[in-house]
Every structure is written in C-alpha cells, then in structure tokens.
C-alpha cells in the first residue's frame, strides 16, 4: 500500500532518488561537459543582456540566441536587474564611507495608483563634491508618520546606514509629516537630534502659486474643471484606459507628422494625479 502504482509519490521519489545519486546526471558533471566555447558564448549573451536591459532593447539583442535561451525570461531579466540595483547601492554605501547624510523623501505613485515612498541620499562624496543617489522606492501600507519612519529606518539599516548619521531631512508640507507633535520630521529627530528640517522648496514655490492664483476667478474656474475631469476619469479604470489609448493616437499622430518630438522626458506617458491645487 506504501509502494502503490508506478506513478505513486513513493516511487516517484525513488525514481528522483536514484537520479540524484547517478554521477553523470548531477549538476556538477552537467556543468563539466560544457566546453569553453559554450561558456564564453553564455557569458557574452549575458552581458548583452545587461547592457540590452539598459536601452529596453533585450528582444531584438537576442533574435540570434538559440531556442532554449532563458536570457530573455522575465523572471531572469528581473533578477538582473535586482543584482545590478545591489551593485549600485553597495556603491553608493562605499562613497559615503560612513559619513554623514541628509535624505530626501517624497510620494511616488505608481501605475496602478498604489501609494509608494521614493528615498534620496545627500551627501558629499570623498572629493568634496555635493552629491544625490537614488535609494529605492518603498511600498507602504499607510502614510502616518510612524509608518514612514519605520520604512525608512528599516531601508537605512538593511543598507548598514545609521539614522543617528543623518543631517538633513527634506519633505514637502503634508500635515502627517510637519507636524510638531507626531510629525515624520520630530520622530526622525528623534533618531538623530542633528536630522535639520526643510521644507522643499518647490513645494514652497507651488503654495505660493495657489495662494496667487485663487485671487484669479479664471484660474479658480480653470482648476474646478480639471478637478471634475480628474475625478470623472479617475474614478474608472475603462475610462482611464479610453483616455490612454486616444492620447496615444494623438501623440502617434503628431509623432508622425513631425510635430511632436520624443526622447528622454517628452511625451512619454504619465499616470492622472490625484486632483489637488498644486
């Protein structure tokens, strides 16, 4: 009753077993066999990867690659990317050479409108000079201030970064984090009585705007337009998709026709914003 049929868990165990002991068929007599050439051809198909990963052009790189190429997967694409993220990170560390830092947050939302936090580092390097790397982007659950604190802390130490080292501290001016009692700004402060608040000063510029503009009847008319079109599309994924797809046309169109230009930060597509003044 243990045994069973030929296709029993037992016997397919068994069978998996005795595959595992036979030295030919192991991993390391796999690896063996392969002959220098092969391994070159690989590592050059893998370094293609990377540098094709870079310009979004990995397909048309590997049109050449025999069938069985797994280069080309998703999964291992995603992992060449991890691999080449940690890389730069651990780069980033050394040039900060446990010195002190200052950080710079702000929302970032991504396409399927999740809420997302996106870390900078300040710093200056061992040249003297003023410098600003991405960190990563954090996913968060919520956006009190104690749970922002907490992913930012967790991301600093998973990198061997002290909070207790950080000088400078830049967010705009929502209320959950310039607040004088439970505000992200006091609870890093806490971590780091030398962490200076600023409050960006883009941020700053954009308040100033609104504060000027809702002197202006036409601009406030102007922003309840927008404000009704934002929710009226926002608040449905197939209109949202509608409106994609039509501006798409258009800007293929113009693209066509010479009127519009593309390239790095031009007319490239971009998620609806949460209606807001600014």
């Not at 066999?33 to 590592?43: A, F, G, H, V």
């Amino acid at each position: 009753m243990h045994i069973s049929g030929q296709n029993s868990i037992h016997n397919q165990s068994r069978k998996k077993c005795e595959d595992l002991i036979k030295q030919k068929q192991s991993i390391q007599s796999a690896l063996a066999k392969q002959s220098d050439q092969q391994k070159l051809e690989y590592r050059t198909r893998l370094e293609t990867a990377i540098d094709a990963k870079r310009c979004k052009d990995i397909d048309d790189a590997f049109k050449k690659a025999p069938k069985n190429n797994q280069l080309t997967s998703p999964y291992i694409q995603k992992d060449i990317i991890t691999a080449y993220k940690m890389k730069t990170i651990k780069s980033i560390i050394k040039d900060i050479n446990d010195d002190h830092f200052s950080i710079l947050v702000d929302e970032s939302r991504d396409v399927s409108c999740k809420e997302q936090m996106a870390i900078v580092l300040r710093y200056v390097d061992r040249r003297g000079s003023v410098m600003e790397r991405f960190m990563g982007i954090v996913h968060v659950r919520d956006t009190t201030a104690l749970s922002l604190r907490n992913e930012i802390v967790s991301l600093l130490t998973k990198h061997s970064l002290s909070p207790s080292s950080i000088r400078g501290q830049c967010y705009d001016g929502a209320s959950n984090i310039q607040g004088d009692l439970n505000g992200l700004k006091i609870l890093m402060q806490k971590e780091s009585r030398g962490a200076h608040s600023i409050h960006c000063f883009a941020h700053q510029l954009q308040l100033t705007l609104v504060a000027v503009s809702r002197r202006c009847d036409e601009v406030q008319e102007l922003l309840l337009l927008v404000s009704d079109i934002l929710n009226m599309v926002g608040a449905s994924f197939k209109r949202r998709d509608e409106l994609r797809e039509s501006q798409a046309e258009e800007i293929e169109e113009a693209l066509r026709k010479g009127e519009l230009e593309t390239g790095k930060g031009l007319n490239q597509e971009l998620g609806l914003a949460r209606a807001g003044d600014t």
